[in-house]
């Protein structure tokens, strides 16, 4: 896309907002501009046709993810979707939100003939056409879909999707709870605050000016998953919390971050539409929302962990120095191994699975 393009369609975006803004009355809720500036059709920042995942900012990209970073991180993690597969007795893996397509490449390779159908759960067409692109060596075990069917068996991957989904703000003054929304203010947008019955999901020693997040959409989402998962498994890999850290006083600003060109930032009132917006996951939500819709926790742990669990350190014998150090980045502590975590679910098998076999950390849940 030719930047005069990408400064239309943001334009035409801040344009979209602020018909809704003034449909609604002069303001609207976070969680709506998020979805309005990430997903709406043709402008959103996952809707266009702009490179969003790569190593280097050079190349145009604004984050990098463990697939593009490493392909081991796909080849272990296929150790984990064998198995699961096989208590499943399931050739069908499905994936939500498979970016540049990368993950969807290297599980294929590494699971063989032992994958009879993978279905990509994608809402951006721009994305799909890259996958597919990437993809089309597989032929027609690779399928893309929009909606889900009534149910659904097999594994269920989620690399990075969970931090993506809109969150509600959350404001308190030290004395009440308010929601932020966002309103207009001349051709730019403004926080904007109401008073709010909605709350954390922790009774916590919150300070005066925290702002923090909720998740219903995220929840909602795993909510629907659990209720069509007959027979199979899930596993989430994200960034984020169990709920006693996501809300300690500490953390009184709040997770929503924003990256564009490999930087990040806070603010997602300038420059919408150009840059990705997340929020960490709250991962006792997440597995509350699958208990409560009949699935099992199987397991929660440290990205570092997982890997590691599923044959990481083993793959990288004999790898060359380039090789090594981008799979470091998946294990080391202040890189992605112990802030991104991975969780498990699962309905109608018996699994004990190995990527939880060391550091599980499902009681902090």
Request: charged share 20%; glycine share 10%.
């Amino acid at each position: 896309m030719q930047h005069n393009e990408g400064d239309s369609v943001s334009a035409a975006l801040r344009r979209r907002i602020h018909e809704a803004i003034a449909a609604a009355g002069g303001w609207i809720a976070f969680d709506r501009f998020m979805a309005m500036a990430l997903y709406e059709p043709g402008l959103g920042y996952y809707s266009r046709d702009s490179r969003k995942f790569g190593t280097l900012p050079s190349s145009g990209s604004d984050f990098v993810t463990a697939p593009e970073l490493s392909p081991l991180f796909g080849r272990a993690l296929a150790r984990q979707v064998a198995q699961a597969l096989t208590a499943a007795d399931s050739g069908a893996v499905w994936e939500f939100g498979a970016g540049s397509g990368a993950l969807a490449a290297q599980l294929l390779e590494s699971l063989g003939e032992a994958v009879k159908r993978y279905t990509i759960v994608e809402l951006s067409g721009s994305l799909r056409e890259r996958q597919r692109e990437r993809l089309a060596a597989f032929g027609d075990r690779v399928c893309w879909v929009e909606t889900l069917p009534g149910t659904l068996d097999g594994v269920l991957i989620g690399n990075e999707v969970l931090d993506a989904m809109p969150v509600q703000l959350l404001l308190f003054d030290g004395q009440v709870w308010f929601e932020r929304g966002v309103a207009a203010h001349g051709d730019s947008f403004i926080w904007a605050d109401r008073p709010t019955s909605l709350r954390p999901p922790v009774d916590g020693a919150f300070v005066p000016g925290t702002v923090t997040e909720i998740h219903p959409q995220a929840r909602a989402f795993v909510a629907t998953l659990a209720e069509r998962l007959q027979r199979g498994a899930a596993f989430f890999i994200d960034y984020g919390f169990p709920e006693a850290e996501y809300y300690l006083p500490a953390r009184h600003g709040g997770t929503l971050m924003c990256h564009r060109a490999h930087r990040a930032d806070a603010d997602p009132l300038v420059l919408v539409g150009e840059k990705d917006i997340t929020a960490h996951v709250n991962f006792t939500g997440i597995a509350l929302a699958g208990q409560d819709a009949g699935l099992d926790v199987i397991g929660y742990t440290t990205q570092a962990h997982f890997l590691m669990n599923c044959g990481l350190l083993e793959m990288l014998r004999g790898a060359d120095l380039r090789s090594t150090a981008n799979a470091q980045k998946l294990l080391t502590e202040h890189e992605m191994g112990e802030l991104f975590k991975v969780i498990g679910l699962a309905r109608g098998i018996a699994l004990d699975p190995i990527g939880f076999a060391r550091g599980d950390r499902t009681h902090t849940l």
